[in-house]
């Protein structure tokens, strides 16, 4: 079966401090990790995914297959980050997309 | 192109009707998933389907069901509607080439 785990419902940062949104998950194999991100009145969306090992909107994530983490960073939060975001899991055989229960990101002033 | 769209964009049923909910993908895609977003409980994962037939169900009474028709467009269909059935219903659609899911605007279901 596979599982994604996000600890943290709430997340308040300051702008302009590090953020980290944690993800562990579980799954027997290599799974593909995402981050999507809802902004307010928006439709959810792709954020950023482990493959392609890009920087997005200064957001980056590293898969790390020993601790089953992949976990979410940004060196110096803006108040535009302030969204849900949700952590999610594809199995290369399954195919099938698990989320997460996401968590809130507020950038405070 | 057109992305993924749903309808109706705002349902209000009594507790015991039936509701119907419409997902048409990203034309070329072949998948369809539904989530259920109730409020502070994230993304539900109610069913997969995936070239007309339904290839996993998430943790949901059996009323909750569905199809997906020859053209990859997809109904997801409650029964004997609950007040706690009311949340915002997403489809997402994919393909096979790639695993990114791309969703709809949803639908805001609401049960009285």
């Known amino acids: 079966a596979q599982r994604v785990t996000q600890p943290e419902k709430l997340l308040s940062v300051f702008k302009g401090a590090p953020v980290e949104l944690k993800c562990n998950y579980s799954y027997s194999g290599s799974p593909e990790l995402f981050w999507y991100v809802q902004y307010s009145r928006q439709r959810l969306q792709l954020l950023l995914r482990?493959?392609s090992r890009e920087s997005i909107k200064g957001f980056t994530a590293d898969l790390n297959k020993g601790e089953t983490s992949f976990h979410l960073k940004k060196p110096f939060a803006q108040e535009e980050d302030s969204a849900m975001y949700y952590c999610?899991?594809?199995?290369?055989?399954?195919?099938?997309?698990?989320f997460g229960s996401g968590t809130q990101l507020t950038v405070l002033p | 192109e057109a992305g993924v769209t749903q309808s109706p964009t705002h349902l209000i049923k009594t507790r015991g009707q039936q509701a119907t909910l419409r997902c048409s993908p990203i034309s070329g895609h072949t998948s369809v998933y539904w989530y259920q977003q109730a409020l502070g409980l994230g993304l539900q994962f109610l069913l997969w389907?995936?070239?007309?037939?339904?290839?996993n169900r998430g943790n949901f009474p059996p009323r909750f069901s569905g199809r997906q028709f020859p053209n990859y467009s997809s109904e997801l269909n409650v029964n004997a509607l609950e007040l706690e059935d009311s949340a915002l219903y997403l489809c997402?659609?994919?393909?096979?080439?790639?695993?990114?899911?791309?969703f709809g605007q949803g639908t805001r279901l609401t049960v009285v």
């Open positions: 999610a899991l594809v199995g290369i055989s399954a195919r099938q997309l698990t």
């Open positions: 482990h493959i």
């Open positions: 997402a659609s994919g393909d096979k080439m790639n695993t990114e899911a791309f």
């Open positions: 389907y995936d070239e007309g037939e339904e290839r």
